[in-house]
């Protein structure tokens, strides 16, 4: 079954107080594109979070974002910086007896100095970190490959619904493409009775030859039977495919394409070239859609 390239999904672990939350979003891109945002103490796990999604994600562009919360009770922790701390208070004691001041040093003379009291960096063990990393990860990206196939099997039953109406438009076609041979022999027969209307005799087997000539040069059978062999090909694309489908349904697209220009020029009727427009107006349709699939 083919998937979507456009997708949203959320994942969540905790381990040991632990808790890492990834948000997933992944949109149309040629090939695979990984942008990952995280928190410092998460980059030394870049390469393990892309070799995730390389796993199950072969195309499209993927943006992660992952958060950390750390709920364990020595989670946040201060530390004064001591140095700081002696050296406003000698700066203090020099003012207080300079001055010949009477007042107490005290610790709120202390509190409103920037950075006197910082906050210490907690060093997480990276086993455990990993851990809820990695939980977060697998749930976000199952769930988005789920999301992904749903959407894929929307763009399926869209683009069967499409392919039944070229197949439609294909029998109409070929109905009128019979009758061809008889078209081109009756105008070329009027035509060359005005051109030789002063001639006593016609040789009506070098006309049935002429016409037999210029019908060939207008027969869109072979096309009509490689269009038929394409929508065969395409459905089973839709059915089978897992990987690269995007791929091979934009290839049979270009050559839907193919077939249909060369009908549209051949087309010896004003009803059957109507007909191609909108075979050809339908298949931009799908070349729209199929840039959706992965």
């Known amino acids: 079954m083919i998937k979507s390239m456009t997708a949203y999904a959320e994942g969540s672990n905790t381990e040991n ?19 990952l945002h995280s928190p410092e103490t998460c980059i ?29 009770e020595d989670a946040i922790e201060f ?21 010949s001041l009477e007042s107490e040093i005290n610790l709120d003379h202390f509190l409103n100095i920037r950075d006197i009291i910082k906050p210490v960096n907690k060093q997480t063990d990276p086993v455990l970190l990993w851990s809820a990393v990695q939980g977060a990860m697998d749930e976000a990206i199952e769930s988005l490959n789920t999301m992904r196939e749903q959407e894929g099997q929307n763009l399926a039953e869209d683009l069967n619904s499409r392919l039944i109406f070229i197949e439609n438009k294909l029998d109409i076609i070929q109905k009128q493409a019979d009758i061809i041979p008889e078209i081109y022999r009756q105008k070329l027969t009027k035509r060359i009775a005005a051109l030789t209307s002063d001639i006593e005799s016609l040789d009506p087997v070098r006309l049935s030859q002429e016409a037999a000539i210029l019908a060939d040069k207008s027969d869109i059978s072979e096309e009509i039977v490689r269009s038929r062999s394409h929508i065969k090909q395409f459905k089973e694309i839709l059915k089978t495919e897992n990987e690269s489908g995007g791929r091979k349904l934009n290839f049979l697209i270009q050559e839907f394409n193919r077939e249909f220009n060369t009908m549209g020029a051949k087309a010896g009727k004003v009803e059957l070239s109507h007909i191609i427009v909108d075979v050809k107006s339908e298949l931009e349709k799908i ?8």
Not at 17 to 35: F, G, H, K, P, Q
């Open 79 to 99: 530390e004064p910086d001591l140095k700081r701390a002696l050296a406003y208070l000698k700066a203090l004691e020099t003012l207080k007896n300079t001055l």
């Open 44 to 72: 030394q796990f870049e390469d393990k979070i892309k070799k995730l999604v390389k796993e199950k994600i072969t195309r499209g562009r993927v943006e992660i974002r992952l958060s950390l919360k750390d709920e364990s």
């Open 17 to 35: 107080m632990i808790s890492a939350e990834v948000v997933i979003r992944s949109y149309n891109s040629r090939y695979l594109d990984i942008a």
């Open 287 to 294: 070349r729209e859609q199929i840039q959706n699939i992965e």
